[in-house]
């Protein structure tokens, strides 16, 4: 007799769940996806704008000031006569942008 019952009706949540999973996602993309993807435009435009001469900061926390721009690379003076070679990607921000941002902390 078990196998000619009928079955269980099913839950009737499964429309809110649904809501509620699209919510979550739209939530993550303003606190977490777009506002990474605007601040990492940002430091590409940066990159795209380094001038002989500026202050600039490294990924690894080295600053310098740059001597030389090449297609992907950048040329820092780190001390007088002293000067390395970097990848571009590594350039972070501006010297005097940092200083700023620590200041008001």
Known sequence: ???LQAPAAAPQGGGMMWIMLIAMFAIMYFFMIRPQNKKQKEINNFRKSLQLNQRVITAGGIHGTVKEINDSDVMLEIANNVRIRVDKNSIFAA???ANQS????
Do not use: E, S
Request: proline share 0%; hydrophobic share 60%; charged share 20%.
């Open 102 to 105: 620590q200041a008001a902390k």
């Open 95 to 97: 010297a005097a942008d």
């Open 1 to 3: 007799m078990t196998l």
